[in-house]
């Protein structure tokens, strides 16, 4: 037992440690495009790992994720348009975050009172509905989306520069996984599993159900929010495509790839889906049909996904 402590704990230090030596490493080395790739790669892992905790935790399989995700991002384009360039990250981020965890809360305490194929056609519904209303909005860009002069700012450092934005997002995409973590291994984490695996019966012992449930969704569309702000500043750019279905579809298949219900699911899935797509895009411009037999492979050989293997062999 304590040399599989050792081990985990060795582990957890080395990649610690490559992800904060990457982007100087990459700079030294002329590769600085591969930085924006690594933040982006950490922005979708949030995303991903919101929708985890919906999925993996509590098995309710969401389409509408793409909402909360863009309209955390139109927070800081809307800012950026009405208030001025460069808004301080510490309003529009964490009002990115408040406005995610509100529409979480709206859509939830509707569609959690569908369970299955009626949840996802509803979330799915919600999502569409509101990827209407901002292509119809013509004052901040309706079709076009936003374009942001400069990325939000924060006092002492200059998000301008990709370094110093991978090692903001690299810091809140670590605590995010560390606090989805502890959340999983929580009581809240246990009831929400129990329900996941036996809602009637969990009723019965007096839980109230759609509350955890609703709880959940909200905190998974805080982080959302939080995911569509980071993803504004690394484009300074917003559209409606951000809350389009496919988004939340390719945020699904991160979470299987990655492995549900774990903890680092969403990072694994995250970083896979993206190289995997920065690899095979470099032979073919069909290299989705290629990612569809991985996701099979996956789906058949290894079904917790890739961190499940690393967890198993653990």
Same mark, same amino acid.
């Given at each position: 037992?304590?040399?599989?402590?050792?081990?985990?704990?060795?582990?957890?230090?080395?990649?610690?440690?490559?992800?904060?030596?990457?982007?100087?490493?990459?700079?030294?080395?002329?590769?600085?495009?591969?930085?924006?790739?690594?933040?982006?790669?950490?922005?979708?892992? @949030?995303?991903?790992?919101?929708?985890?905790?919906?999925?993996?935790?509590?098995?309710?399989?969401?389409?509408?994720?793409?909402? @909360?995700?863009?309209?955390?991002?139109?927070?800081?384009?809307?800012?950026?348009?009405?208030?001025?360039?460069?808004?301080?990250?510490?309003?529009?981020?964490?009002?990115?975050?408040?406005?995610?965890?509100?529409?979480?809360?709206?859509?939830?305490?509707?569609?959690?009172?569908?369970?299955?194929?009626?949840?996802?056609?509803?979330?799915?519904?919600? *999502?569409?509905?509101?990827?209407?209303?901002?292509?119809?909005?013509?004052?901040?860009?309706?079709?076009? =989306?936003?374009?942001?002069?400069?990325?939000?700012?924060?006092?002492?450092?200059?998000?301008?520069?990709?370094?110093?934005?991978?090692?903001?997002?690299?810091?809140?995409?670590?605590?995010?996984?560390?606090?989805?973590?502890?959340?999983?291994?929580?009581?809240?984490?246990?009831?929400?599993?129990?329900?996941?695996?036996?809602?009637?019966?969990?009723?019965?012992? =007096?839980?109230?159900?759609?509350?955890?449930?609703?709880?959940?969704?909200?905190?998974?569309?805080?982080?959302?929010?939080?995911?569509?702000?980071?993803?504004?500043?690394?484009?300074?750019?917003?559209?409606?495509?951000?809350?389009?279905?496919?988004?939340?579809?390719?945020?699904?298949?991160?979470?299987? @790839?990655?492995?549900?219900?774990?903890?680092?699911?969403? @990072?694994?899935?995250? *970083?896979?889906?993206?190289?995997?797509?920065?690899?095979?895009?470099?032979?073919?411009?069909?290299?989705?049909?290629?990612?569809?037999?991985?996701?099979?492979?996956?789906?058949?050989?290894?079904?917790?996904?890739?961190?499940?293997?690393?967890?198993?062999?653990?």
């Amino acid at each position: 037992m304590i040399g599989a402590t050792t081990r985990r704990h060795g582990a957890t230090l080395a990649a610690i440690a490559v992800a904060l030596a990457f982007p100087l490493l990459a700079r030294a080395l002329g590769q600085e495009f591969y930085v924006g790739f690594a933040s982006r790669v950490l922005i979708l892992a @949030l995303l991903a790992s919101s929708l985890n905790l919906v999925v993996g935790l509590g098995g309710m399989v969401s389409l509408g994720h793409a909402a @909360l995700f863009g309209a955390g991002a139109y927070v800081v384009g809307i800012a950026a348009a009405e208030i001025g360039p460069g808004t301080s990250a510490l309003l529009t981020w964490p009002l990115a975050m408040a406005a995610g965890a509100l529409l979480a809360l709206l859509i939830g305490a509707i569609s959690l009172r569908t369970h299955g194929v009626y949840f996802i056609m509803i979330t799915l519904a919600f *999502a569409q509905m509101v990827y209407y209303v901002f292509v119809s909005l013509k004052t901040w860009g309706g079709d076009d =989306g936003l374009s942001l002069a400069r990325r939000s700012s924060l006092p002492g450092l200059s998000l301008a520069d990709d370094v110093a934005f991978y090692y903001v997002v690299l810091a809140l995409c670590a605590a995010a996984l560390v606090a989805l973590a502890r959340l999983a291994r929580s009581r809240f984490g246990v009831v929400l599993v129990g329900i996941r695996d036996n809602e009637p019966r969990m009723a019965s012992l =007096g839980y109230p159900t759609f509350r955890f449930k609703l709880v959940a969704f909200v905190i998974s569309g805080a982080l959302a929010g939080l995911a569509g702000a980071l993803m504004a500043n690394q484009n300074n750019f917003v559209s409606p495509n951000m809350m389009h279905w496919e988004q939340s579809g390719v945020a699904l298949v991160m979470v299987i @790839l990655g492995g549900l219900a774990s903890p680092w699911g969403g @990072l694994a899935g995250a *970083a896979a889906f993206l190289v995997l797509e920065e690899v095979l895009s470099a032979f073919t411009r069909h290299w989705q049909i290629a990612l569809g037999v991985i996701l099979l492979l996956v789906v058949f050989f290894a079904p917790r996904g890739i961190a499940g293997v690393f967890e198993r062999r653990r």
